[in-house]
């Protein structure tokens, strides 16, 4: 048995780029920025923050998310497995690039989309408030009677 899974929080470094291919399926491609905060250590050596970037390659419907709703700056979450590719350059140089294919992908920390009517509810409330009224607002308006339990 063998586990291939990467999960990253982090902020997008660039503006995805989406190309769609054959049968219209689509590919979006983006780096994504992780940062491990900085330490003094007990001999007084500041560590400064490290930075690592990740290449993210999205497929089918999360590219089409990234296509709406990715910016570069957009703090995500993503889910996938490390994919490793190598090509040769026209002067014989071999390179490797090392991918994620993400089978998930989360938009974490933007502000919620408000309604004029929620607005009008609302005004004056803070941010997360209202984005709290409205999730709880929406609760009690779904009569899904489907649910498990």
Known sequence: MSVNKVILI????????????????????FTLATTERGYKTQTGVQIPDRTEWHNIIAWRGLAQIAEKFIKKGTQIYVEGKLRTRSWDDQAGGKHYVTEIYADNIELLGGRPVINNAAAATTAGAPAAQVNVQQNIQNALNNNDDNLPF
């Open 10 to 29: 982090g902020n997008v470094g660039r503006d995805p780029e989406v190309r769609y291919l054959e049968g219209g399926v689509g590919v979006a491609s």
